[in-house]
């Protein structure tokens, strides 16, 4: 017997870590290397901007998203929970970086 699907089909499949705090942080791509911001908390929003003009990626080493960014293009990241992601780019993997989310 299951329970009640679909009270609502407004959310994404990911639940939110946090409420969010209306901050946007952006890791910017530029020159095929990841600028990271100094400080991201779970509640922010983080966008990805690709400032060259090939695609880029942006995928932790535990796979446990992707996110693609075409050339001169902005995309969103999932909300993160508190902790260190270690990614790279999986189009170019000597592209690496890593941020802390507090
Ligand atoms: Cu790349």
């Known amino acids: 017997m299951l329970a009640v ?3 609502g089909c407004s959310s994404d499949t990911t639940e939110p870590a946090a409420p969010l705090s209306g901050r946007t942080v952006e890791i910017a791509i530029t020159d095929f290397e990841f600028v990271v911001p100094n400080e991201v ?3 922010d929003r983080i ?5 060259d003009s090939v695609d880029h990626n942006l995928m932790p080493l535990d796979e446990s998203f992707s996110v693609d960014v075409g050339a001169g293009k ?3 990241l999932p909300q993160l929970a508190p902790g260190k ?4 780019c999986h189009i170019h993997p000597d592209m690496m970086g890593e941020i802390v989310v507090s």
């Open 5 to 7: 699907f679909g009270v």
């Open 41 to 43: 908390l779970s509640s």
């Open 47 to 51: 966008v990805l901007l690709n400032n």
């Open 74 to 76: 902005t995309a969103e």
């Open 85 to 88: 992601y270690a990614f790279h």
